[in-house]
């Protein structure tokens, strides 16, 4: 399956991977590690929030050993299609973020995400680089 044929079988739909708390974005995540990535679940963040992804990466054994964790990127750097991107909380989401790159286009990312809040299902959204954490990528993909 390419990412393409993964944008297409889910859009729209709201995927509750764990069935709890609804559609989150950290369960579509989880839904691309299996589907997309075919990796084994990587452990449960509970209520620490998306963030926790880039944040507690080498404490998380499933993680660490199928993905390799990136610094944070700079404005422009590209980021590979495909990469999970990671943000940062902010005051008015305390869990941060997360999604998958559909592509960069200077300095905007093309984001395929869920909103947990607005349990709207999956999407493409543009966002910036304000807030990102860092993206995490599977081992055999090299970072650009």
Request: glycine share 10%.
């Amino acid at each position: 399956m390419t990412l393409g044929d993964f944008i297409i079988s889910n859009y729209g739909k709201k995927i509750d991977f764990d069935n709890y708390a609804g559609a989150q974005c950290v369960d579509l995540i989880r839904h691309y590690c299996k589907v997309m990535l075919e990796i084994p679940q990587p452990e449960p963040t509970g209520n620490e929030g998306a963030f926790t992804f880039f944040t507690k990466h080498n404490q998380r054994p499933v993680q660490k050993q199928y993905l390799d964790c990136v610094e944070v990127c700079a404005v422009g750097q590209d980021i590979p299609s495909g990469a999970i991107i990671v943000f940062k909380p902010t005051l008015s989401n305390k869990f941060g973020h997360i999604g998958i790159c559909v592509r960069v286009d200077g300095s905007l990312i093309y984001l395929l995400e869920q909103d947990g809040f607005q349990q709207d299902g999956v999407k493409i959204s543009v966002w910036s680089y304000n807030n990102v954490l860092g993206y995490l990528v599977k081992k055999e993909a090299k970072c650009a």
